[in-house]
C-alpha cells in the first residue's frame, strides 16, 4: 500500500514524467541539505582557521554524518519550530552532540539558504549548456549537408524567394548560439552570497571575531572558495539581490522563446511533409486515424516552452517587491519558479536533441513544390532573357502578366498546377529563349548566396562556440515518453 500512496496525490510532471535525473536531483531535497550542512562544515572549518575555539573532533563529527539526514526528524522538529533551518540545525545537532554548540556558529538562515540556491543555479547552469551544446551540433550538422538544397522561403506563411534548406537551419542556430552566450554569461556572473550575517553588514561574524576585519574577510573569502566561488557579493541585505535570479530565468525564457519558434517551424513544414521529426518503428501518431504522423516532440516543446517563458515573471515580480533588506515573500515563489525554470529548460533540450538527431527531409516533396510556385517567381529571370535577345521589356512584361493571371486562375479557381511554363513555351513571342528556359528555372541559380552563408557562419560562430563542449557531444538522449 505504501508505493500505492504516491498516486494519492499531485506529482509535478516535470518529474514524474520528463525531466533527467540529474536536474531532478539538483533541486531535490537530498542534495538541498546535504548541501545546507557542507556549508555549516565549511564554516565551522573557516572559523577553526582563523582562530574560534572549534575542535578537529567538532569538525570531523559533522562530517561522518554530512548525508545521513534523518529527514523524518526534521519534519517533526519543522512542525515544532515552523523553521526549516532550525528544524535542520537541531536534526544536525541530534547526531553531532560535540559539534552542537558551534552548529551555525554567527550564521543567519540564508547563509545555508541563499548559499545552497547559488550552488543549484550554478550547477543546473552547468547540466544545461553541455545539452545545449549537443542540440546546436545537431542542427549545425543538418545545416551543413542541406546547405545547398533549395527550398521555398516563407514570408508570411506565404511563399516567397527561395532559400535553402540548411540556411533556414542557420536561422535556427543564430537564435540558440545567443542563447548559449546568455546561458554562460549568467552562470559565469554567478558569485556567492557567502558569510554576511543578518542584514548583509557581517556583525555578528565581526563580533565573533572581536572586531577584527580582516579575519572577517577572510572568512568569508575562505568559505566561498570552499563552496566552489570565484567571488562572492561584497554587498548583500539579508539576501542576495533577487534580480540574479531574474537574470538566470531570463536567459532560460529566452531560449524557450527560441525553441517555440523553432519547433513551430518544424511543425508548420511537417505539415507540408518537406521535413518530419523522428517517428519510431511501432509510434502511434493517432488513436482513431492510424495513418497519422503528428509531430508530438516538437509540440511538446512548444508547450513546455510557454511555461518557461511565462516563469518569467515570478522572478520580476519577486525582486521588485523585496522590500528594504528582505521580506520573506519571495520564498514561497522561488521555491517553485526556480526549479522549475530549470527542470523545464533540461526536458526542452532533451527532447530537442531527440528531434535534430533524426530530422527527416524530403527533397523530392521539396522540390515539388518549388515546382508549384518557381515559375512566377521566374518571371523577371524570363524578361531579361528576353531583353538580352532583343525584346522590348515593356512587352514581354505584359505578356506575361497576362500569362502569370491565367496561370493564377487554373491554380486557385480549378485546382489545376501551376501551367506558366507551359503557357510561355507555347506562344511564339517567347521563341528566341525556348533553349535557356531550363536555365532560367534551375533552383539554385535562385538561392543566392545562401551557400556560402550556412559555411561562414558554421565556421567562423557555431563551431567554435562548442569547442568546450567537445568531450561531452557523444551523449545520446533516450526519451521514454
Known sequence: MEGADEFMKYRSPLVSRYASKEMAYNFSDRKKFTTWRKLWI?????????????????????????????????????????????????????????????????????????????????DGFDLLLPKLARVIDRLANFA????????????????????????????????????MRNLQRARDDLRFRGVKGTTGTQASFLQLFQGDHDKVEELDRMVTKMAGFEKAYLVTGQTYSRKVDVDCVASLASLGATVHKLCTDIRLLANLKEIEEPFEKEQIGSSAMPYKRNPMRAERCCSLARHLVALMADPLQTASVQWLERTLDDSANRRISLPESFLTADIILSTLQNITEGLVVYPKVIERH????????????????????????????????????????????????????????????????????????????????????VARFLSEEVRPLLEPYKAKMDVKIELEL
Not at 88 to 104: L, M, N
Not at 152 to 157: A, E, R
Not at 443 to 450: L, M, S
Open 144 to 179: 551543413e549537408k542541406y546547405a545547398d538544397l533549395p527550398t521555398l522561403g516563407f514570408t508570411h506563411y506565404q511563399p516567397a524567394q527561395l532559400t535553402t534548406v540548411g540556411k533556414r537551419a542557420c536561422l535556427w542556430l543564430q537564435d540558440l548560439a545567443m542563447d
Open 370 to 453: 518549388i515546382r508549384h510556385e518557381l515559375p512566377f517567381m521566374a518571371t523577371e529571370n524570363i524578361i531579361m532573357a528576353m531583353v538580352k535577345a532583343g525584346g522590348n521589356r515593356q512587352d514581354c512584361h505584359e505578356k506575361i502578366r497576362v500569362l502569370s493571371q491565367e496561370a493564377a486562375a487554373v491554380v486557385k479557381q480549378e485546382g489545376g498546377d501551376n501551367d506558366l511554363l507551359a503557357r510561355v513555351q507555347r506562344d511564339p513571342y517567347f521563341a528566341p529563349i525556348l533553349g535557356q528556359l531550363d536555365a532560367v528555372l534551375d533552383p539554385k541559380t535562385f538561392i543566392g548566396r545562401a551557400p556560402q552563408q
Open 42 to 122: 565549511y564554516l565551522a572549518k573557516a572559523e577553526k582557521a582563523l582562530g574560534l575555539p572549534i575542535t578537529d573532533a567538532q569538525i570531523l563529527e559533522m562530517e561522518s554524518h554530512e548525508v545521513d539526514i534523518d529527514f523524518a526528524m526534521a519534519a517533526e522538529e519543522e512542525r515544532k519550530l515552523r523553521h526549516d533551518v532550525m528544524a535542520h540545525v537541531h536534526t544536525f545537532a541530534h547526531c553531532c552532540p560535540t559539534a552542537a554548540p558551534i552548529i551555525h556558529l554567527g550564521a543567519t538562515s540564508c547563509y545555508v539558504g541563499d548559499n545552497t540556491d547559488l550552488i543549484m543555479l550554478r
